[in-house]
Structures are given as C-alpha cells and as structure tokens.
C-alpha cells in the first residue's frame, strides 16, 4: 500500500487464496513467484516463511534486480542458493547492498554469456532494522502494550490456578481492544457507540428479515 501510494506498480504474490483475493479486490496484480520474478525491479519478502526467493526466481531476474526481507530472520531469501549460482563472492558496493553476479541463462534480457547482477539489502536480514531505523516509537507503543497485556492475563491465568498446555494462543480480542481504544485515545481519535437500539438489532436475526 505504501509503495502503492509513493508511485510504484506493486506485485503481491500469496499462498493463500483468501489473501491472494483481498489483494487482488485491492487493485493488487496478483500472481505466482516465478512470473513475478521476472517482472519485478525490488522484491520484499514479508511472509514468515523460508525460501520463499530462490534459485528457480534468481534465474529469472532482470539484470539490476534489488532483493530484500522485512519476514523473518535471514531465511526468506535463499541465500545460499543464491551464493551457489553467484560467481564468485558477492561484493559490497556500498553499505547494506551486496552484488551478485549470476551467469545468465539465454532466455533473459541479458545477453547470454554476460553476467547478470542481483542486489541484496542488509544480507537478507529485517531490512528495516538492519539498514534502517526499525519501526518507530507510535507504532511498537502497539506491541508492547500487547505483549504487556498478554503477560499480565498469562500472570492472571497462573494466579487463578488455570494452567495452559504448552500451545501458541492468540491474543484475546478483548486485549486487542483496550490496545485500540488506548491507542486511539493518545491520538485524540474518537468513534462512534452502538445506541441500545443498534446493539438490539446486531444481536438478533428477528428483526429486518
Ligand atoms: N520487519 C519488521 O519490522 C516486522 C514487523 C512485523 C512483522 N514482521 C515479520 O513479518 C512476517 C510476516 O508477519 P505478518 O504478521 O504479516 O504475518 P501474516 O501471516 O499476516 O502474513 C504473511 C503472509 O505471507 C503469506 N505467505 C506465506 N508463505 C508464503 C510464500 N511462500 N509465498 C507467498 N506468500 C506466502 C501468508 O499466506 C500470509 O498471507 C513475520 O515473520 C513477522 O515476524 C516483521
């Protein structure tokens, strides 16, 4: 959406149907990896998910393409594999972007027999912490208070004797609400309440049918 908005044609590629289609209701082109691969100039990997760039989507590349992670840890671009197709050690040319030359394969727009050049950002690692500024303070305000939250209801749930089976849970919604309401307060952002009436209607299926 950001990048959207600052002008670029913007590519989302999904796993997940239900995602894919919001993105494609959203004006988004949609479409696998390996087409995309060969359409893009920057790449931003933002899944959680390993290897989700790699060899088959290098060798599609244009010459020039830049390559970077805000997902997880370093393992969304397939480093490694990238380095086996590379020649030769990549070089830093200039701080937080390394170049690999690849041999091109005949079918892209490189000549074939020239090298083509493929930019990783921050060694593949969350690219707005390690070449940037990481996220700002009105933003991870969210987080912690969450996870401030979620800390306090897990204290809660040990003080009342509940115990919890080792398993991921999600954050309540009644947590995420009072983050909403706080953070929407500091913002000086009001919304509007149900009136009785309203909360009557929401919650029956008799009335307007
Ligand atoms: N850099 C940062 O500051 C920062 C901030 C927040 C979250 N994160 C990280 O970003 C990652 C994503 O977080 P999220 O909350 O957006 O998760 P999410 O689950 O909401 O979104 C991830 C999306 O990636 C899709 N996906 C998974 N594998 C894929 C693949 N191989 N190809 C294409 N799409 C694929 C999923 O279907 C999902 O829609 C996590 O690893 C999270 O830790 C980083």
């Keep these: 959406m950001r990048a959207r908005g600052m002008g670029a044609s913007v590519i989302v590629t999904e796993i ?16 696998p990896m390996e087409k995309a691969a060969a ?6 990997t933002v899944t959680g998910n390993k290897d989700v760039i790699r ?7 244009k010459d020039g393409a830049m390559v970077c992670n805000a997902g997880h840890f370093d393992v969304e671009i397939s480093l490694p594999e990238l380095r086996a197709m590379a020649e030769g050690e990549p ?14 394969p005949a079918h892209t727009q490189v000549s074939a027999g020239m090298h083509k050049r493929v930019y990783v950002l921050a060694e593949g690692r969350l690219v707005n912490l390690a070449a940037a500024e990481g996220h700002p303070a009105s ?5 912690f208070s969450t996870q401030a939250l ?25 947590i995420e609400r009072q983050v ?8 000086g952002v009001a919304i509007d ?15 307007g049918t």
Excluded: N
């Design 91 to 104: 070089v830093r040319v200039r701080p937080f972007v390394d170049e690999y030359r690849i041999r091109t």
């Design 16 to 31: 997940d149907a239900v995602k894919a289609l919001e993105a494609a209701m959203d004006g988004f082109s949609v479409m």
């Design 150 to 174: 979620a800390c306090e209801w897990l204290a809660l749930c040990a003080a009342e004797g509940k115990m919890l089976a080792p398993a991921v849970y999600e954050v309540s919604e009644e």
């Design 193 to 207: 309440e149900l009136t009785p009436e309203q909360e009557k209607y929401m919650a029956s299926w008799q009335e």
């Design 180 to 187: 909403a309401e706080a953070k929407l307060g500091s913002m």
């Design 39 to 44: 359409v893009g100039d920057v790449f931003c």
């Design 55 to 61: 060899a088959a989507h290098f060798e599609r590349m």
């Design 139 to 143: 933003v991870m305000d969210m987080s």
